[in-house]
């Protein structure tokens, strides 16, 4: 169990240990959403670009894939980082209804629940059927599996999985693998000698110019192993994956938006829709930030993606709530 996961419990409205930021720190934090930067992948090579471009091409073709990443609603969450947690992933509902297209799919990368409560699992279903998608997928946090390894997360969100939860599926010339790195979590994520299995068998019969992307709650590389923002057998996973022409890791838990490469891989953390965490280091643990009154939506968004095949790569749009 990871320190973040220990101390997020809520303790009632007034949860103590949140940490306070100021507003030089939250423009530092979230800077990310002045320019509405694209991220373009292509043959592993990431470029950065104002949204519009490739991005934009992409959006107005109904044959190319779009689809949105949202993370970290903590439905349950009560604390004075966020004191309701529903409206503002509320907000991100609506923002990805207002996109001005219907996205191919919607993917929830974990912690949809705060502490794994069937009444937070039923609360999340409900309000993501207000989604306007033909698809909506999920992979588990560690606050969506606490309780039961996981069970009660498969039984809202487990139908046409395998094992804890993880699948894989093609649209539109891209191949999508959702893992689950979260039901023995430790120090670190963990993917499981079954799960690297399936993902063997999975790749097997690809071409290597098939784009990949990856799913998960935790991130898939180092990120910052002493707070447990790191998958302890990734290296097996990415090994697995090393000749293909372009990966794309795609993660929550961090609550911040982040990007690294490595090799053919590219990683990107995205934002919450209900509190920011503190940057890797930056505090004792990784606790709920508190940020000055009238700016939590600043340090909140959605993601959209879009691929566009032969042309624009994958390219990625963090937004802002609200």
Known sequence: MTGEQEQERPAGPGQGGEHGLTRRQLIRHSAWFGAAVALTVAGGEVISQVAGGAQADAAGNPQALRFVQVSDSHLGFK?????DVAASFGAAVNQVNA???????VMHTGDITHLSLAAEF???KEMMQDIRTPRVFTVP???DTINDGGKLYRK????????AGWFSFDLKGVHFISLVNTTSVDALGALGADQLDFVRRDVAGLSAETPIVLFSHIPLYAMYPKWGWGTGDAVTLLGLLRRFGSVTALNGHVHQVFSKVEGNVTFYSAAATCYPLPEPGQAAAPLPVTVPAGELSAALGIRTVAFQAGAAGLALTDQRLG
């Open 141 to 143: 946090g560690e606050h």
């Open 79 to 83: 604390g004075t980082a966020n004191p």
């Open 156 to 163: 809202f969100y487990g139908a046409n999985t395998r094992g």
């Open 122 to 124: 039923g609360q999340a």
């Open 99 to 105: 996109l001005g297209f219907e996205p191919d799919f």
